[in-house]
């Protein structure tokens, strides 16, 4: 076969040329969304009377197979075309003959590949969603399985106040669905047909972009042709989010790591899920909150260089653009990898929730709740916060210390004080105390619980309809 550069009659593009230029190794993963919106834009050409009905039947039937055999394996993709949306051109031009040049009619790489990175784009993000879901579940469910326990909340890696076990899990499934919305927010975004745009000026062929994408299950239509072949906002957008969601799943593994360590000892890991040491057969090492911990960085280098081939692009479209697929790949894989290990990880790791409450039992954790107490005694809150730092730094880290001269100290300062008033000062009780809407009162915690399941029913009907616009083009290669 001549190696032709794709589009041009000049002569043959040499082998440094190809080496350098051909992305079909890194678009060979949009081969069944070119299929599916070639057989799309098909259709579109049978309505406009381009191709006639018999036409569009034997072309739809030549990709049809096409997909089929490279779903199979059967198919070897040729650098020497440059790329996945040529390979299968030609592909169909072998299968039915001269009818296969007719495809490309109204059509450009241009508008092609940008229906191609959408359709790979919608289906990630759906995969993903599913993945931080399945997370979520995981973490409403060791949340529910452990009311009662209480662990030393902190501020800057010290211990700070108590708060129930479940709520900081809790804190985490907030966190994922925050990610979730972005994810989803992106997917409508992402969900828009750019069929129809041609090069950069659109078709003159009357051809009805509604059709195309109403049978890919689109939302709605780019509404400028030059903005939607140069338009990769929805690649940048989707690495953002899942650099976010990775940062997110990073702090929780830094917990995880930290915790497990012989100094805290608040989780042990399960063997199979964790590795032990070359060396030190005392040991075993927290892998997945590591790795996971690292790829985090690699998610962010993902989306700088998207970020960092769009930057100064002037419209409309320019090759640099073929640089985006590589890092929106590895962003995907990242992070959807990522989830599913971690998620594993949670399901199965062991909390050591009587080490949490002993935790919880030393490090002045209620000293706030005595300043509470005092500032309800009618001291301004201000006083009482200086008067208990006064007594918590003569007590010099003894918990019993503490209540011995706060006992002593404060007949001075609260008129009828009795001994007995800080009784209340546990770590039980300072967590019952905390019965506002998002505390860490059980209460509180319970209702989060509630507001937690909506917010998974809500997700999953999000997700279901997404995963049905998805699914059309499974359907038009296969139904």
């Known amino acids: 076969m001549s190696k032709r550069s794709a589009g041009s009659s000049s002569k043959p593009a040499s082998d440094e040329f190809l080496g350098f230029t051909a992305s079909v190794e890194s678009d060979r993963r949009l081969w069944k969304y070119d299929i599916a919106g070639s057989i799309a834009h098909a259709r579109g050409l049978a309505d406009a009377k381009v191709l006639s009905e018999q036409e569009f039947e034997e072309m739809r039937r030549g990709l049809r197979e ?7 394996g059967d198919l070897a993709l040729d650098r020497d075309l440059e790329d996945i949306h040529m390979n299968i051109e030609h592909m169909l031009v072998d299968a039915i003959g001269d009818l296969g040049e007719k495809l490309h009619t109204g059509r450009s790489r241009n508008d092609q590949v940008a229906l191609d990175a959408r359709l790979y784009t919608r289906e990630a993000l759906t995969s993903v969603i599913a993945e931080a879901l399945a997370m979520q579940e995981v973490l409403l469910r ?34 994922l669905q925050r990610d979730i919305s972005r994810l989803s927010d992106c997917y409508s975004r992402t969900n828009v047909s750019p069929l129809g745009a041609g090069a950069l000026a659109g078709t003159a062929f009357g051809i009805d972009r509604e059709v195309a994408a109403g049978l890919l299950r689109m939302g709605s239509l780019t509404e400028n042709s030059l903005d939607a072949v140069s338009d990769r906002d929805f690649a940048a957008e989707s690495a953002f989010a899942l650099s976010l969601l990775m940062v997110h799943l990073s702090s929780l593994c830094e917990e995880l790591i930290i915790w497990s360590s012989k100094e805290f000892g608040f989780v042990r890991l399960p063997p199979h899920l964790s590795s032990g040491s070359s060396m030190m057969p005392q040991k075993r090492n927290p892998d997945i909150p590591e790795l996971v911990r690292g790829k985090t960085g690699r998610a962010i280098g993902d989306l ?94 003894s918990d019993e210390k503490f209540m011995e001269m706060a006992r002593r100290v404060l007949p001075d300062h609260i008129e009828g004080f009795d001994p007995h008033d800080l009784d209340s000062l546990t770590p039980e009780g300072s967590v019952r105390r905390r019965e506002c809407e998002g505390g860490t009162a059980p209460s509180s915690v319970v209702a989060q619980m509630r507001a937690a399941g909506r917010a998974i029913d809500d997700t999953k009907s999000r997700l279901g309809k997404m995963q049905r616009q998805v699914s059309a083009v499974d359907e038009i290669l296969w139904s």
């Open 66 to 72: 096409i997909a089929s055999r490279m779903r199979r």
């Open 142 to 175: 060791r949340a529910s399985g452990c009311k009662g326990a209480i662990m030393p909340g902190y501020t800057h890696m010290q211990r700070a106040q108590p708060v129930l076990l479940a709520h900081h899990l809790l804190a985490h499934f907030w966190r």
């Open 304 to 397: 700088v260089a998207i970020l960092t081939v769009l930057k100064s692009l002037p419209l409309a479209y320019n090759r640099d653009l073929q640089e985006d697929k590589e890092n929106l790949y590895d962003v995907f894989d990242t992070a959807g990898g990522s989830l599913h290990a971690l998620r594993i990880l949670l399901d199965e790791i062991v909390f050591d929730t009587v080490r949490m409450g002993k935790s919880v039992e030393t490090g002045l954790l209620t000293a706030t709740d005595l300043a509470d107490f005092l500032s309800n005694k009618g001291m301004t809150f201000r006083s009482a916060h200086a008067l208990v730092r006064d007594i918590s730094e003569k007590a010099d880290g």
